[in-house]
C-alpha cells in the first residue's frame, strides 16, 4: 500500500499551519496616481482621509540601487527611459485612524520609471497584508526564498516602521507581508523625520530585536524631539452630525480592502493566493460568461476578488490599471447613503456595476477616483462562522433601487464594526 507523504505543518505561536505565518487583514494599498495634487483632493477633502506624512523621493542615483520608501513596485523599468524630473514629486500617505497609513499615494512618473508592469496597466504599487509578528514576518520570507517567489525587497519601511517582504503575483502586482505599523495617538503626530534612518533597514533583522519602545527611547537620548513629526490639518469645516459627532463629512472610512483586480489567467491567481498568500477561496461567480473567484483573509467574505481582463471593457472601466474596485466601508448604512449624496454634490463620476460581482455585500456605491480607478464605498460584509461557510446565494439580501430609508438587520450587520473611534 502506498501512502502519500503529509504535508509539513509549520509551528505559528503553538499552532500548526501549513505556512509559517497568517496573512490577516488587507493593511493598506498604495496607488500610482498620474495628478497627484487632485488625488489628494479627492482622497482628503471628499473621502476624509487623514494625510499623515509626505515625503521625497530618493535622488535617481540612490533610486537606481532601492525603491524610495513606500514605493511597492521593483526596479526595471522600460530601458532607455530618461530619467525624469522628480522635482517637486511626493509619496503622501493617508489613514482614516491610527495606523500610521492604510494607503500610500505614489506619483506615476515612478511607476514608469521603476515598475515595467506599470505599461501594461498595473497601477496598484502594493497591496499589504498584515501578520501577526515579526516572527511570522521573517519565515514568510525564508519560505518565499526556498519556493522561488518572485521577491524583491525586505525591509523595514519608513514611514510606518513597518518590516516588510515584498514579492510579485502572476501579473506583477506587488503583494507585501507585513509585521508591525506606527501608531498615530491623540496627538496626531507621526514619527520626526530624523527618527527615519533609525528605524530604515533593507534586509532582513536577526531575531529577537529590542522593542519599539526602547527604540523610542534611544532616539530620544539622541536629542530627537519626538513632537516635532507630521501632522496635518482636515482643510474642510465641520458641520455634518455622524453618529452624535460634528465632522467635515456625513461619512467615516472605517476601513480599507477588499481590493479586486483584473488578471490574465485566474486559475494562476487563485494559485498564488491561496498557496503563496495562505488565502482561502470563498466564493466563485459567473458573470456573462466570465469566472470571478473570491477569497479571504479572516471573517471577511473577502479581501481579494481577482476577475478576467476581458471584463475590464465590458464594465466600462478604465483601460490603464487592473485595479477593478478599491473598497472602502463607512460606519452605517446611513452614512453610505450620505455619502453618495455628498460625492455626488461634488462633482464626483459614479459607475454603475452589477452586483452580482461582489457578493457578500449588498448595497454599494462606485466612484471613479482622478486616475479612474475604481473606489467602492460599502457599508456591510457578510461574515464568515466557525464552518467556514458563505451564507447561501439565495438566502443574501438583494439590493434595491431605489435604495429604502432604512433596512432590517442581518444576523451578522455591525459584526465587523472594528473601529470604536474616536471618528474624528
Given at each position: 500500500?502506498?501512502?502519500?507523504?503529509?504535508?509539513?505543518?509549520?509551528?505559528?505561536?503553538?499552532?500548526?499551519?501549513?505556512?509559517?505565518?497568517?496573512?490577516?487583514?488587507?493593511?493598506?494599498?498604495?496607488?500610482?496616481?498620474?495628478?497627484?495634487?487632485?488625488?489628494?483632493?479627492?482622497y482628503?477633502d471628499?473621502?476624509?482621509?487623514?494625510?499623515?506624512?509626505?515625503?521625497?523621493?530618493?535622488p535617481?542615483?540612490?533610486?537606481?540601487?532601492?525603491?524610495?520608501?513606500?514605493a511597492?513596485?521593483?526596479?526595471?523599468?522600460?530601458?532607455?527611459?530618461?530619467?525624469?524630473?522628480?522635482?517637486?514629486?511626493?509619496?503622501?500617505?493617508?489613514?482614516?485612524?491610527?495606523?500610521?497609513?492604510?494607503?500610500?499615494?505614489?506619483?506615476?512618473?515612478?511607476?514608469?520609471?521603476?515598475?515595467?508592469?506599470?505599461?501594461?496597466?498595473?497601477?496598484?504599487?502594493?497591496?499589504?497584508?498584515?501578520?501577526?509578528?515579526?516572527?511570522?514576518?521573517?519565515?514568510?520570507?525564508?519560505?518565499l526564498?526556498?519556493?522561488?517567489?518572485?521577491?524583491?525587497?525586505?525591509?523595514?519601511?519608513?514611514?510606518?516602521?513597518?518590516?516588510?517582504?515584498?514579492?510579485r503575483?502572476?501579473?506583477?502586482?506587488?503583494?507585501?507581508?507585513?509585521?508591525?505599523?506606527?501608531?498615530?495617538?491623540?496627538?496626531?503626530?507621526?514619527?520626526?523625520?530624523?527618527?527615519?534612518?533609525?528605524?530604515?533597514?533593507?534586509?532582513?533583522?536577526?531575531?529577537?530585536?529590542?522593542?519599539?519602545?526602547e527604540?523610542?527611547?534611544?532616539i530620544?537620548?539622541?536629542?530627537?524631539?519626538?513632537?516635532s513629526?507630521?501632522?496635518?490639518?482636515?482643510?474642510?469645516?465641520?458641520?455634518?452630525?455622524?453618529?452624535?459627532?460634528?465632522?467635515?463629512?456625513?461619512?467615516?472610512?472605517?476601513?480599507?480592502?477588499?481590493?479586486?483586480?483584473?488578471?490574465?489567467?485566474?486559475?494562476?491567481s487563485?494559485r498564488?493566493?491561496?498557496?503563496?498568500?495562505?488565502?482561502?477561496?470563498s466564493?466563485?461567480?459567473?458573470?456573462?460568461g466570465?469566472?470571478?473567484?473570491?477569497?479571504?483573509?479572516?471573517?471577511?467574505?473577502?479581501?481579494?476578488?481577482?476577475?478576467?481582463?476581458?471584463m475590464?471593457?465590458?464594465?466600462?472601466?478604465?483601460?490603464h490599471?487592473?485595479?477593478?474596485?478599491?473598497?472602502?466601508?463607512?460606519?452605517?448604512?446611513?452614512?453610505?447613503?450620505?455619502?453618495?449624496?455628498?460625492?455626488?454634490?461634488?462633482?464626483?463620476?459614479?459607475?454603475?456595476?452589477?452586483?452580482?460581482?461582489?457578493?457578500?455585500?449588498?448595497?454599494?456605491?462606485?466612484?471613479?477616483?482622478?486616475?479612474?480607478?475604481?473606489?467602492?464605498?460599502?457599508y456591510?460584509?457578510?461574515q464568515?462562522?466557525?464552518?467556514?461557510?458563505?451564507?447561501?446565494?439565495?438566502?443574501?439580501?438583494?439590493?434595491?433601487?431605489?435604495?429604502?430609508?432604512?433596512?432590517?438587520?442581518?444576523?451578522?450587520?455591525?459584526?465587523?464594526?472594528?473601529?470604536?473611534?474616536?471618528?474624528?
Amino acid at each position: 500500500m502506498t501512502t502519500t507523504p503529509s504535508t509539513p505543518k509549520f509551528d505559528v505561536g503553538g499552532v500548526l499551519l501549513d505556512r509559517p505565518f497568517k496573512a490577516g487583514r488587507l493593511g493598506h494599498v498604495g496607488l500610482y496616481q498620474k495628478n497627484m495634487d487632485k488625488a489628494i483632493v479627492f482622497y482628503r477633502d471628499l473621502l476624509g482621509f487623514r494625510i499623515t506624512d509626505q515625503i521625497s523621493p530618493e535622488p535617481p542615483e540612490a533610486m537606481k540601487k532601492k525603491p524610495p520608501p513606500g514605493a511597492g513596485g521593483p526596479p526595471g523599468g522600460p530601458e532607455g527611459m530618461p530619467m525624469p524630473d522628480l522635482k517637486g514629486q511626493r509619496l503622501t500617505f493617508f489613514s482614516y485612524g491610527t495606523d500610521h497609513h492604510a494607503m500610500v499615494l505614489v506619483p506615476a512618473i515612478l511607476g514608469q520609471m521603476m515598475d515595467k508592469n506599470y505599461l501594461r496597466g498595473v497601477t496598484l504599487n502594493q497591496m499589504s497584508f498584515q501578520v501577526g509578528t515579526l516572527d511570522e514576518m521573517v519565515n514568510a520570507h525564508t519560505l518565499l526564498q526556498q519556493k522561488g517567489a518572485d521577491i524583491w525587497r525586505v525591509c523595514r519601511d519608513v514611514p510606518g516602521s513597518n518590516w516588510a517582504v515584498y514579492f510579485r503575483d502572476p501579473d506583477g502586482h506587488t503583494c507585501e507581508l507585513y509585521y508591525g505599523m506606527e501608531q498615530i495617538g491623540w496627538e496626531g503626530r507621526s514619527k520626526p523625520m530624523p527618527a527615519f534612518h533609525e528605524f530604515a533597514y533593507e534586509e532582513a533583522p536577526e531575531l529577537p530585536r529590542i522593542a519599539e519602545r526602547e527604540e523610542i527611547s534611544a532616539i530620544e537620548a539622541k536629542g530627537v524631539p519626538l513632537a516635532s513629526g507630521f501632522r496635518s490639518v482636515d482643510p474642510m469645516p465641520a458641520k455634518y452630525p455622524v453618529g452624535g459627532i460634528i465632522l467635515p463629512r456625513p461619512f467615516k472610512i472605517t476601513r480599507t480592502g477588499p481590493m479586486s483586480l483584473f488578471v490574465n489567467d485566474i486559475d494562476a491567481s487563485v494559485r498564488f493566493y491561496t498557496a503563496e498568500m495562505g488565502l482561502t477561496v470563498s466564493e466563485e461567480v459567473s458573470w456573462q460568461g466570465h469566472r470571478m473567484v473570491f477569497l479571504r483573509a479572516g471573517n471577511e467574505h473577502h479581501s481579494v476578488a481577482v476577475a478576467p481582463i476581458a471584463m475590464r471593457k465590458e464594465l466600462g472601466l478604465s483601460e490603464h490599471t487592473t485595479v477593478m474596485a478599491y473598497g472602502m466601508q463607512v460606519g452605517s448604512y446611513r452614512q453610505l447613503k450620505d455619502a453618495v449624496a455628498f460625492l455626488e454634490e461634488n462633482g464626483c463620476e459614479q459607475i454603475h456595476l452589477p452586483s452580482a460581482l461582489f457578493p457578500g455585500i449588498d448595497y454599494a456605491a462606485h466612484f471613479l477616483d482622478p486616475d479612474g480607478h475604481c473606489i467602492q464605498l460599502y457599508y456591510y460584509m457578510e461574515q464568515i462562522g466557525w464552518d467556514g461557510q458563505p451564507r447561501p446565494a439565495g438566502l443574501r439580501r438583494q439590493a434595491v433601487t431605489p435604495w429604502p430609508d432604512t433596512l432590517e438587520a442581518l444576523p451578522d450587520t455591525y459584526a465587523d464594526r472594528t473601529f470604536q473611534g474616536p471618528l474624528g
